[in-house]
């Protein structure tokens, strides 16, 4: 069992930044592929980013790509992610999730792959 716990969201004016934290407890983190999505009022929730068990490898989706970095530190159990450049179409609950057990430098994409989740934090951006 793991639990997730997201921090970091707010209200922002277009073009800023925020940098979203989320916490693990329970099992070994480093055992876990995270990811990151977000559900906007009216749509299914989807994937944003993902990285790897390692930290090395990291996929995003196209609307973020150059704009949402995200990050893992394994001592501290927490995965960030770094989003820049913000526009009203990234307003969104955002969630982390956790896939247990891919192989180490997997990144997982499918929601239905992510055992655990948050319980999410709201991110406006105002135009």
């Known amino acids: 069992q793991v639990q997730l716990v997201e921090s970091g969201g707010g209200l922002v004016q277009a073009g800023g930044s925020l940098r979203l934290s989320c916490a693990a407890s329970g099992r070994t983190f480093s055992n876990y592929a995270m990811g990151w999505f977000r559900q906007a009022p009216g749509k299914e929730r989807e994937f944003v980013a993902g990285?790897?068990?390692?930290?090395?490898?990291?996929l995003y989706t196209n609307s973020v790509k150059g704009r949402f970095t995200t990050s893992r530190d394994n001592a501290t159990n927490t995965v960030y992610l770094q989003m820049n450049s913000l526009k009203p179409e990234d307003t969104a609950v955002y969630y982390c999730?956790?896939?247990?057990?891919?192989?180490?430098?997997?990144?997982?994409?499918?929601?239905?792959?992510?055992?655990?989740w948050g319980q999410g934090t709201q991110v406006t951006v105002s135009s």
């Open positions: 999730a956790a896939s247990d057990g891919p192989g180490v430098s997997a990144v997982v994409v499918l929601k239905r792959s992510y055992d655990y």
């Open positions: 990285i790897s068990r390692s930290g090395g490898s990291t």
